[in-house]
């Protein structure tokens, strides 16, 4: 069985994805729906562009969806596309026989090639130069490339994963995004909501890395205060999971000798009067949202923990919580 938030391993390599919050699992399901079996080859299976806000977990998902596919046993090969120069791009993507290589004793296979059966990750695909996106929109159809320098033809079958932080669609209406680029990418479109949007995901990534982290550096395994949690569910993660994973990682390597932490322990960074209303806000909306679901339940707590998608416990210590402030 599954921990409760955590989508199950599928294969050796397939990432672990936490969240249970309505507008994530929908991402998930969209990436399941797009990940099964049906096509014959790499090359006939649709584009993907993930999009979402820094540190939302993209990279994750595009491992996740090709461990999880009929694709999971060939190469997973990821781009970097902000450090790919233009000049070079062909040279990236198309490899070079010996005899431009210089004193290479082999010839260099080309990104496609390396990627050939399996998966092409575009990380950042909106920092292409001109120059980039003009090379990559034939390579991404090509079914067959030739080297640089090369006489002969190689056989290529990829299936490409994008990702950006980026509004592309505003981007080709600025005209510095190509538009024949952005539809052959955006072929299967899956957004990743921001860590601000998904509820108490947040305590399920915290705990998870809490658990990680503890073994990892060989301390006590922790138990969140109220207090703490409090703190996680309020705090606006500008930096989503990422910053998440930090502020974890400083409170294990600065908890007490006894395994408590504090939220200082945390060393959440933001600006003062941000921080100060944003969770003023957050934690007005959360009581007044436990209150109607509360008058929906009549008073049942375990039904209304379901609609809130929280613990009966998480549930009780707020209403604690809540009683005596």
Same mark, same amino acid.
């Given at each position: 069985?599954?921990?409760?938030?955590?989508?199950?391993? @599928?294969?050796?390599?397939?990432?672990?994805?936490?969240?249970?919050?309505?507008? =994530? +699992?929908?991402?998930?399901?969209?990436?399941?729906?797009?990940?099964?079996?049906?096509?014959?080859?790499?090359?006939?299976?649709?584009?993907? $562009?993930?999009?979402?806000?820094?540190?939302?977990?993209?990279?994750?998902?595009?491992?996740?969806?090709?461990?999880?596919?009929?694709? /999971?046993?060939?190469?997973?090969?990821? @781009?970097?596309?902000?450090?790919?120069?233009?000049?070079?791009?062909? =040279?990236?993507?198309?490899?070079?026989?010996?005899?431009? /290589?210089?004193?290479?004793?082999?010839?260099?296979?080309?990104?496609?090639?390396?990627?050939?059966?399996?998966?092409?990750?575009?990380?950042?695909?909106?920092?292409?130069?001109?120059?980039?996106?003009?090379?990559?929109?034939?390579?991404?159809?090509?079914?067959?490339?030739?080297?640089?320098?090369?006489?002969?033809?190689?056989?290529?079958?990829?299936?490409?994963? /994008?990702?950006?932080?980026?509004?592309?669609?505003?981007?080709?209406?600025?005209?510095?995004?190509?538009?024949?680029?952005?539809?052959?990418?955006?072929?299967?479109?899956?957004?990743?909501?921001?860590?601000?949007? +998904?509820?108490?995901?947040?305590? $399920?990534?915290?705990?998870? =890395?809490?658990?990680?982290?503890?073994?990892?550096?060989?301390?006590?395994?922790?138990? =969140?205060?109220?207090?703490?949690?409090?703190?996680?569910?309020?705090?606006?993660?500008?930096?989503?999971?990422?910053? @998440?994973?930090?502020?974890?990682?400083?409170?294990?390597?600065?908890?007490?000798?006894?395994?408590?932490?504090?939220?200082?322990?945390?060393?959440?960074?933001?600006?003062?009067?941000?921080?100060?209303?944003?969770?003023?806000?957050?934690?007005?909306?959360?009581?007044? +949202?436990?209150?109607?679901?509360?008058?929906?339940?009549?008073?049942?707590? #375990?039904? /209304?923990?379901?609609?809130?998608?929280?613990?009966?416990? #998480?549930? +009780?210590?707020?209403?604690?919580?809540?009683?005596?402030?």
């Amino acid at each position: 069985m599954a921990k409760p938030g955590r989508t199950p391993d @599928v294969g050796r390599d397939a990432p672990t994805i936490i969240g249970m919050s309505e507008v =994530f +699992r929908a991402a998930m399901e969209k990436a399941r729906c797009v990940s099964r079996p049906g096509a014959k080859t790499a090359a006939t299976m649709p584009t993907i $562009l993930l999009t979402g806000e820094t540190g939302t977990g993209k990279s994750l998902l595009a491992r996740h969806v090709h461990a999880i596919g009929p694709l /999971a046993q060939k190469p997973f090969v990821q @781009v970097e596309c902000a450090v790919l120069p233009g000049d070079l791009i062909a =040279f990236a993507l198309f490899g070079c026989e010996q005899s431009v /290589a210089g004193n290479d004793r082999q010839a260099r296979r080309g990104l496609l090639e390396r990627a050939s059966g399996g998966t092409l990750f575009l990380r950042n695909v909106d920092a292409l130069s001109a120059e980039a996106q003009a090379a990559l929109v034939p390579a991404l159809e090509a079914t067959r490339i030739r080297r640089i320098g090369g006489v002969g033809d190689v056989k290529v079958n990829v299936r490409v994963i /994008a990702a950006t932080n980026s509004d592309l669609q505003r981007r080709v209406a600025a005209e510095t995004f190509r538009p024949d680029l952005f539809y052959r990418l955006n072929a299967i479109p899956i957004d990743l909501p921001p860590l601000r949007k +998904r509820g108490d995901d947040v305590l $399920l990534l915290a705990e998870h =890395f809490a658990d990680r982290l503890a073994r990892e550096h060989r301390r006590k395994r922790v138990i =969140f205060s109220q207090i703490v949690r409090d703190e996680l569910t309020s705090h606006p993660w500008p930096g989503n999971v990422r910053e @998440v994973f930090h502020a974890v990682q400083r409170a294990i390597l600065c908890q007490e000798k006894d395994g408590q932490i504090g939220v200082e322990h945390l060393g959440l960074v933001a600006p003062h009067a941000l921080v100060s209303r944003s969770r003023t806000t957050a934690l007005g909306l959360k009581h007044r +949202r436990i209150r109607e679901t509360l008058k929906r339940t009549k008073g049942n707590v #375990s039904k /209304a923990a379901r609609i809130l998608k929280v613990s009966r416990d #998480s549930l +009780r210590h707020r209403l604690e919580a809540m009683d005596k402030s």
